[in-house]
């Protein structure tokens, strides 16, 4: 139990664990954001985030976290959007806010952790709403929606589609394109094992045309003036430089690994985590139907009878590993386990098996060793 | 002239030179946002922030440039003042954009680098405008203007005072409570001597019941939304964990200095910056009066006839020294060199020497060693 905060393990979902390299990467002499080294670092990030993206949009990065992102996607829109915000989940939820502040909006809500029904959405749809916000993978719950269908709603109805693509985009296959998404966003600190500090967002024509016209946006997150800017290889406002010479660093190494290497990575991971945690008794929270699945980045599971979150964190956090709870109305009720950013087999593995250790102490689970054993088949491939 | 990025000098009004140590801290291993190490850095670098800002007020981080924070000072009041805003160079009027889009706004406006009418002021708010956006410390012309006669109206007229902090507040003495400053903020990439990410806002008891009263505000850079989570020691959204770690230590560096032997040292810098243009038969840019003075955190010298920026700009570049041009309508006409960061005597000398190399070899001067000269007597205390 030596850990210091040095080596402790962090299987939040955000921040997540970074590679030192990019950790380096951060502490280089600041550079002159108007000059040619930031254009170079600028031009050539935005050009691979599309591939990350899966997109031939533009991509822009702001100098904000994903709700900077989540602001610009719903704020540039003009304020006369008749939104379907869709919830079933904290960051659904935050979206309806936005949805609300920036236009009218009419949420189609589920509880957190269960499916949408898409029936209500095309509903609405057909009742004229004309733009619909979705989160593609609830960091809350544990649970990634279908936006395939959708988008396929989207595109009959007319309608703009929002994605919250925060913690699935480089984790979780996400073709915006094909799927008729018209801005999606995605955070630093998730599946690019990055810092928190930046976030990304991809803009299509069909929604550019209607940003244009918008007599009404915000400031900081001015989704024109970032073009504008971005065109000439700049920022309109005084960009987190650090975090794009990470930003660099964490690109080449995706680069290096593969787009569909790392999700597919990512998959195994949260289907050992999964494995393990149904070998040891507990259950898994989210109830996935014929519009969702387990979420292949965060795993969220069920608080078990015998120990409650607070021990648990406490105890796992003692021997150097930092887990999440719940959040709001699922505070006390879940546990979660990221398996984003810069984390190997053998992460997964020690997790697996301090929890087990503290699960038993607590009586929860009778024997070691089912956990691990089932993490590790998965990993194997057993 | 074996400079590389490693050995550059940034002279340029933000980003600037960022000390080693500084640097260093960027690199630590994440953090839990919503755990205790997160929470005793946030409430530290509050308080101590406080200092900083001269004030008894709330001191929110925002994670985002000063432009975010720009738009918290003016967003969150509600929609309904009606905005004095004063320009007398670029960032005022950005400050005049962001004010026309929260509020009501009536500009007063000075040819940039010229001062501000304070009768003009006055009358504006004698017809009942309620707000009044001012700069500072204007990075864009090298001038700073008198807020202490502008905090006397507000008062005697029970305006709000919001202020531009960003290239002042740590550099240039600025008593906001005394001056009778509602609002004032700052940014990490200044006289902090951080990279660009954070930023800072100060707001009094007097602007927190006009913020709590408000109907609408910016989502990204809502106060009431920060003010909520600081209380609990957590930011609402994910916050740039490395400029926190930076901050950290930056603020333990600008203690172990003191905030007035910072104030004065800037002063010495820029004094002797300015002692050498002049030497140098150069002219600075504003033109300071009885409502402003010569900056004391980055001078803007008029482009002398026989060179023009961008070349001086690449023969500095070619020599490792980056210096700044002049924004927008000044471009072309004034060059800046800004005295901001972790710099030294030893760098303001090398910047004069360099300076006067290039433009004896372009007949500007027509002898070496009396910019440097100059600059040393006001080191030297001479």
Known sequence: MGNTAETELIMIP??????????????????????????????????????????????????????????????????????????????????????????????????????????????????????VTIVHNETSTGMTNDVEQIGA????????????????????????????????????????????????????????DIIKTAQKRPFYADLIAHMKSADKGQTPYTPTIPLFFALEEALKMLEAEGLSERINRYRTYATSIRAAIEAMGLELFPQPSASSTYSNTVTAIKMPSGIDFVSLKNEMRRRGIIIAGGQERLKGHIFRISNMGSISEGDILQVIEKLELVLLEKGVVSEMGKGTLAADCVLEGL
């Open 14 to 131: 955000g921040p997540v664990q970074v590679a030192p390299q990019v950790l380096r990467a951060l502490s280089k002499p600041m550079i002159n954001h108007r000059g040619p080294e930031f254009k170079k670092i600028l031009d050539e990030s935005r050009e691979k985030l599309r591939s990350l993206f899966n997109t031939e949009s533009d991509v822009i990065i702001l100098s904000g976290s994903g709700t900077c992102a989540m602001e610009a996607a719903v704020g540039n829109l003009g304020g006369h959007k008749k939104f379907v915000a869709i919830e079933n989940g904290k960051f659904g939820e935050r979206l309806k806010l936005l949805t609300s502040l920036y236009g009218s909006s009419a949420p189609i809500i589920a509880e957190w952790g269960t499916s949408i029904n898409t029936d209500k959405v095309k509903q609405a749809l057909q009742e004229g709403a004309d733009a």
């Open 153 to 208: 709603l989207c595109r009959k109805y007319e309608a703009l589609l929002i994605m919250d693509g925060v913690s699935s985009i480089g984790g979780i296959e996400a073709p915006i394109d094909k799927w008729g998404v018209d801005i999606a966003f995605t955070g630093s600190q998730k599946c690019l094992g990055l810092p928190p500090g930046l976030s990304m967002i991809a803009v299509n024509e069909r929604a550019w």
